[in-house]
């Protein structure tokens, strides 16, 4: 005879909250009342979408930028209070691969990072492009020296991998410019 499976008699269990219910914050997430002053917590106790008010990055565009990998960003660090410089190589506007366009707030010729805190690198065939510009590779270098923050995503790995500033560093990117990053890092060793 088959013994009942003691599972099947009990009560279903709550496996994401066990024990009892914590109270939800402003932001929705659930946090024990009695939690410490973390940076976590300090950040959850701000108003919501305000996190980076008073910041300033710059996301640098230039024709067929990979679409999401601009716009999601953008649009993230736009809610969160940032304010986001579209800078391209000089068009008044860029069309992504997919066909979204990108209206230029700027020409990167004319922006200095000592004026912004963060940069942004996106992918797509944009930063073939974009690497090939002095300028670009200057904010990259200044935004290196300054310990600002560089955010670079798939085939954007092109423009810091140029402007030389990944010596010593472990950098995430798409196996198609792998060889790339690693060919102009040993040629920046050898000089």
């Not at 005879?1 to 994401?16: H, L, S």
């Not at 990167?108 to 590779?137: N, Q, T």
Request: proline content about 7%; glycine content about 10%; some cysteine.
């Amino acid at each position: 005879m088959e013994q009942p499976n003691p599972a099947a008699t009990t009560e279903p269990k709550d496996v994401c909250w066990p024990g009892p219910r914590q109270p939800q914050n402003e932001l929705g997430t659930r946090r024990n009342q009695t939690s410490s002053n973390t940076a976590t917590d300090r950040i959850e106790q701000e108003e919501p979408g305000m996190r980076l008010h008073g910041k300033r990055v710059i996301a640098l565009v230039e024709a067929d930028y990979e679409d999401l990998e601009l716009w999601y960003p953008v649009l993230r660090l736009r809610e969160e209070g940032a304010e986001v410089v579209l800078a391209g190589l000089g068009a008044p506007s860029y069309r992504g691969k997919h066909g979204l366009p990108a209206e230029t707030d700027a020409n990167a010729e004319d922006l200095d990072m000592a004026d912004f805190d963060a940069i942004l690198v996106v992918g797509g065939w944009a930063p073939d492009k974009l690497r090939r510009s002095e300028r670009v590779l200057d904010l990259l270098r200044a935004a290196d020296t300054a310990g600002k923050l560089i955010g670079v995503i798939c085939h954007g790995g092109w423009v810091p991998a140029s402007a030389g500033i990944l010596k010593g560093r472990t950098m995430t990117c798409t196996p198609g410019i792998k060889d790339d990053a690693t060919i102009i890092q040993w040629a920046c060793r050898a000089a």
